[in-house]
């Protein structure tokens, strides 16, 4: 004979009785949440407050994610996802080598200047959403070394070591990421983005032929 499990500490409901929605529901609620939480950061925000705001209950959010802290990472990796794909919509429709890396990282900061200081500075504080913005920033590496590699074996970039340009970049986002480029020069996320982006146009393109 067992004894039925209550609620789990903190209001929260057991996976078997925990409220579902449908995916327009859950879609409509987790934009809402983002646009919270880029805004706001999310380091002060509780369930109680999140669900009064959106007018909900609290199990509808938990029908989201199981806990505040899943919730705040379910909402961060929405965010990257979406931009993911409209970043990669931008490049798809740019031919220009050149330009895609251009393209590439100025929507990167396009969309990483959505989130407010107060947001990135709580994403970096907490270990599982800087885990979200580390991977995301490693695919942005390889999104870069990939085009730079392409460019300079078509010949459109100038002959420069595309290994160690891509490195570099690596290492400028990095920066970003730890915050030390953006504490020392006083950019936004988004910003450094799109100053990188000239700085990799800069150092690849090829200068024009002199006649």
Do not use: W
Request: net charge neutral.
């Amino acid at each position: 004979m067992s004894i039925p499990r209550g609620p789990r500490p903190g209001g929260r409901t057991s996976a078997v009785g925990r409220k579902r929605l449908d995916d327009d529901r859950r879609g409509e609620l987790l934009g809402r949440l983002q646009g919270i939480v880029l805004e706001e950061g999310f380091a002060r925000l509780t369930v109680d407050v999140l669900a009064s705001r959106l007018q909900c209950s609290k199990s509808t959010l938990y029908a989201i994610s199981s806990s505040r802290h899943h919730l705040v990472a379910t909402v961060l990796k929405s965010f990257f996802r979406d931009a993911a794909e409209q970043v990669e919509k931008e490049v798809a429709e740019v031919t220009d080598p050149a330009r895609q890396i251009a393209t590439y990282l100025a929507a990167v900061g396009a969309q990483m200047q959505r989130m407010s200081i107060a947001c990135y500075e709580d994403m970096l504080d907490d270990d599982a959403t800087r885990e979200i913005y580390t991977v995301n920033s490693v695919a942005a590496t390889g999104r870069v070394r990939e085009m730079i590699h392409s460019g300079v074996g078509s010949g459109d970039f100038r002959a420069v070591h595309a290994e160690f340009t891509s490195e570099a970049v690596g290492l400028l986002i990095d920066g970003i990421h730890s915050r030390d480029l953006l504490s020392s020069t006083g950019l936004s996320s988004g910003d450094a983005f799109i100053e990188l982006s000239n700085l990799v146009l800069a150092s690849l393109t090829k200068e024009p032929r002199r006649s």
